[in-house]
């Protein structure tokens, strides 16, 4: 094999989960079919997928690996961001309610919390492997410390380091037990940041004995249990290096993970399109430094001609050894060595998936019921204002047209007004009269730049309170936004709070208001 | 075969396009897959099928196929609303402006409008084969003479006889060409009503003379042409019956459709579930009303047991002859025949379908570029607003995050606002300040009960221009909105019609106001 076809191994590239160009939700991130199949006939040993439905996911992981060719030395990494249950980002597998969700369990029953997340990961691991992705990008082994936190909040498995730990093993010895390579990210520990790397590059002024005693806690024990791969967070840590974000420096990536913490898996940049890293490195020198650092893995190059061009060029001028690359491509062998194979047929996958959905409906009732907090009376009664916040109605995963927070609010007499970051200001003076049920769907989100609250639904709260307008409250999502909120109301005002966002979390939410099922409603008990 | 299940032959049941019950978009009307098995495994002949991405649908049409069970005999009508292309209903395939963009073309060049009407139903025929139906509900043989109409518009084929008559008979021989089976309706005619029959039962007062010289005269011309199948309309008749509505006429099937008009292929009742029937009909009794009156297959009975029942008491009790069920069966196997059978691997159908893209793009680029009208000077530029008006901004089609109506605008500095009908009334006085690009997604649709225009469209115009706040003016869809429109425009002002919704209509109608493509745009142009 060439140089550059080994190196081209280490690259992974983005494409859509769906089979036509035209249906690219993100056409600024995800390649065309005709460069995903230049780049895969020229070696590239890896691909992130996002989008489409979970038979699209089926179709689309076969037709690349079909693309890399069928000879052992071209089997793929086919990997996604499924933190939270395949069904998280592709319809019709599972979709569960978000990590943070066990950690107050852990709290009173550390035992119970584990076993929950142990077959957290089985179902993840599962479904993932019989879809056809042999690499989970998750447990997020950040420590969410700081409810500021833009982008990892209800992603993570604690708000402690000993939960943190405790959790993402379990839910890391569930998922790699079926055949799938999981991934702990981001490493060093990206839960104390009110920044977002997707926007810019967020610093972490901690001392290294501060980030030994938090961040590092659940990263050691996933190192311990066998985790499959690291991935590197772009973020500054002076206490370990003064110049190179995480993903670039050699004292955090090759000292600290690699010798200091013993970690011989694979070690992965996150992706290097982001802007923290893009508004300071060339696409060429970001990908060598990430190589130079000790990554084994490079994760969406900004351009991954560029990359390869990079990485081929600090081959030949001895930047770095040749061991060193073989090291890195031995690593990948390993990692596919510990995959179990994906059966050729997509039909017969979604038949097998099918069959699994009894027992990975019946986990995901058993975690949305445990996240349930409520309070106050039952029995809203119409005509209303059924008031809903969303981040984007549009492509709007949590509101299907039949979903309970529509269907079941209407079917007591509460119309639905729409709020979302395209909608004209919330003007609570032009709503129609009656009472005001608001249903707020918040989470730390990335490319948002805030933790997800528009600031104002305390005010909001608050006039609708002294109005004697406010029918009921229900937040879908982030604990922080509750905890705000519920101070503010009165003892027995119905009102709930559920992690999750999808439809379950909102028939659960909704019946502890007294709002059952409405007719016509259904299709989402997965 | 016993009787019940040669009953069940006849029978049209509802599907989700999605593999998994969790994926229905319409619970209300798709059976959950447990039913569908049981009623498969009981005979039932025929699904008609909504949801889903052109790969959810191809292994959908193979797995119910698989449920019905591999014999010739358990052979299934495999059937979709796709009037305007494949795509318009199951993303990946290809999307066509609606039918009523080809009439003015035919004015001026009847033979060049016919060439690609024939072209549209090659197109449709082609994909609808390949994916797995085998059963197109196309064309729209209403001549759409009323503005007004609620619910066909657009999806006509023409305003005049001629028109509808000579485009949907092209458009029939390229689809049926392709070896799936055509659908000419709405029988006798839904083109001059202004209700919708998805909500009420609507009444054609006109002479039995007048429907010969016009309702009549595209479905002559579709029978004339051997359509493999007609569907009835739910609509009161009173110069052919005083009494049922034309899917429940013996005069209107039997004497009218069968005999006078020679029509011996596949008639099909229009969905039973709508309430035009339901609110007057039991569903078993509108079941045996329609299979007496004459129809052949019985599309979405309210209730199908009840349905099957019925039509089993009246074979048992004499209510017809035991010929006339025979026939229909005869009918529908003779339809059968007439199919190209479905290859048995739905990769290999995604495939094929990708080879398509070129041809099929490109038509679809021609159909787009010869139905846009645009007047006055290029060059909007921001800031300011751009204020869409879509019917949901939940679950909408035109609109992925990627859509040109959305980022060209926002490349030139303005600013989304989105209005939907879950939105707050709309507020001018609220806006952001400076310059409003206004983007109109209206046509008619079934279930809003009117031809789509929210009524104050021609208000907010004249205010915006009052204000000399409007800076350009986009319609995509109703060609009636947009006559009331444009005569309140000054002659310089940037506006555009185009028919189609889609991302590859936005990008022409903004290229014409100057909007040129965005940066990270694309992944639309099929």
New interface residues.
Partial sequence: MNLRRKLAQLLVLRASG???????????W?L??AELQYWLSQGVGGVILLG?????LA??C??LQQWAGSAAQNRLLLCADVEEGVGQRF??ATWLVPPLALAPLWQAEPQRAEALARAYGRCTGREAQIIGLNWVLAPVCDVNNNPANPVINVRAWGETAAAAAALSCAFLQGLEGEGVLGCAKHFPGHGDTNQDSHLQLPQLLHSRERLEQLEFVPFRAAIGADVASVMTAHLQLPALDRERPATLSGAVLSQLLRQELAFNGLIVTDALVMEAITNHYGPGEAAALAFEAGADLILMPADAAAALDALEQGCITGRWSEERLEQSIQRRQSALGRCRPTGID??AA?AS??HL?APHGALAQELLQLSLQQQGSKGLQGPGVNLIRVD?????AP????APALLRPEAAGFK?????G??????LE??APGPVLLQLFVRGNPFRGSAGADGYWAEVVQTLLKQQKLAGLVVYGSPYLWQELQQLLPKNLPAAYIPGQM?GAQALALEALGLGAA????????
Same sequence: chains 1, 2.
């Fill in positions: 769906f089979s036509s160009d035209s249906q690219r939700r993100y056409p600024r995800e065309a079919n489409g439905s979970s038979a699209d179709l689309r076969r037709e319809e019709g997509a039909a979604l998936l099918a959905q984007s109605s549009l492509a709007c509101l299907p047209l039949a639905t007004t729409l709020i979302d395209r909608s004209q200001p919330l003007n032009a709503l439809p007719r016509h409603e259904g299709g989402f008990t997965n």
